[in-house]
C-alpha cells in the first residue's frame, strides 16, 4: 500500500467555519496551486467539497425562509435548525 502524498504547504489548522473562512481556503487552494505547492487532485476534491458545503447552506437558508414565510401565531420566533439524516 503507497502512503499518501503530503502537499507542501498545507495547513493542518481547521478551517474557520464561515463564509469567510471557506472564501480563504479556496483562494489558498488557488495560490497554492499557482505556486506548485498543492496537487490538483487535492484542489479539485477541496472544491467540490466547498461546493457541496454552499449547497447545504443554501437550502438551509431556504428552509429558514420558507419558515418565516409560513410561520404561524404561536410559531417560535427564531427557526430551528434543519435536522439531517439520523437526526431527523
Not at 12 to 38: H, K, Q, S, Y
Not at 55 to 80: D, K, S
Request: glycine share 8%.
Amino acid at each position: 500500500m503507497s502512503k499518501p502524498s503530503k502537499d507542501v504547504g498545507v495547513s493542518l489548522d481547521p478551517v474557520v467555519r464561515t463564509g469567510e473562512g471557506l472564501r480563504d481556503a479556496l483562494f489558498d487552494e488557488i495560490d497554492g496551486l499557482r505556486n506548485g505547492t498543492r496537487n490538483p487532485q487535492h484542489s479539485i476534491a477541496v472544491a467540490k467539497l466547498s461546493c457541496q458545503i454552499i449547497n447545504t447552506v443554501r437550502i438551509e437558508v431556504e428552509y429558514q425562509r420558507h419558515l418565516q414565510a409560513n410561520r404561524t401565531e404561536g410559531a417560535p420566533e427564531t427557526p430551528q435548525t434543519v435536522r439531517l439524516g439520523k437526526a431527523a
